[in-house]
């Protein structure tokens, strides 16, 4: 038998505790409904959404959870997010998060933040690994880092190794140094990078302030 609940009291708060992932998940919101099953559970918030696992806060406009132990988060409008765990805050327009897999998918205007590496990234949609720490950036991605701004139509992110995998038109700017080619990986540590294909751009001598063109 479907047990169907609903409150309607501004900011009031819960907690729920799922069994299988053995988490707690706390949440507030202006508004909530929902219904629990044998199968599957659902919960949905609207009005200054918000709701806190171990490693992930998120605050919207409206936030859905769903599937067994409430496995799936959905959320939509002003969407800002922040993971403890690794250090990444973002905002976004639509979000989709799995927490068994950890996978989440972000976009409408993603704008991801590596607070740990001082790296922002901008991209219509960014899908995040959080087990491994990687980064899938897709259409108008941009990327900086200090005086280093990269830009492409797709790339990977890589937290932990500090990895830039290029492609669709990328280019890289250091300073006032200029690269192209058909693939591009930069080490944002070392500031090392790699090119590969149709490769050209320009290097500035600081010392005679010539400008060379490699092609």
């Given at each position: 038998m479907n047990k169907l609940f609903c409150v309607l009291a501004v900011f009031a708060y819960f907690s729920v505790a799922g069994i299988a992932?053995?988490?707690?998940i706390s949440f507030k919101?202006?508004?909530?409904s929902g219904k629990s099953t044998d199968s599957a559970d659902y919960s949905k918030l609207d009005g200054n959404a918000f709701i806190q696992t171990k490693d992930l806060e998120i605050t919207a406009d409206t936030i859905e959870?769903?599937?067994?132990?409430?496995?799936?988060?959905?959320?939509s409008g002003n969407i800002l997010g922040k993971n403890t765990e690794s250090g990444m805050e973002f905002t976004c327009g639509k979000m989709n998060y799995d927490r068994e897999s950890e996978i989440a998918w972000l976009e409408d205007t993603v704008h991801l933040i590596d607070t740990e590496n001082n790296v922002i990234a901008d991209a219509q949609i960014i899908e995040y690994n959080q087990k491994t720490d990687t980064a899938v950036l897709q259409i108008g991605v941009k990327l900086?880092?200090?005086?280093?701004?990269?830009?492409s139509e797709f790339a990977i992110y890589r937290k932990k190794q500090q990895l830039l995998e290029m492609s669709g038109?990328?280019?890289?700017?250091?300073?006032?140094?200029?690269?192209?080619?058909?693939?591009?990986?930069?080490?944002?540590?070392?500031e090392e990078i790699v090119l590969d294909g149709r490769v050209s751009g320009t290097v500035t001598n600081a010392e005679k302030k010539s400008e060379n063109t490699a092609q």
């Open positions: 992932l053995a988490e707690t919101a202006d508004r909530m959870l769903s599937g067994h132990d409430f496995r799936f988060v959905t959320a900086i880092q200090d005086d280093t701004t990269c830009t038109n990328p280019q890289v700017i250091q300073g006032k140094d200029t690269f192209r080619a058909q693939e591009i990986i930069v080490n944002l540590d070392t």
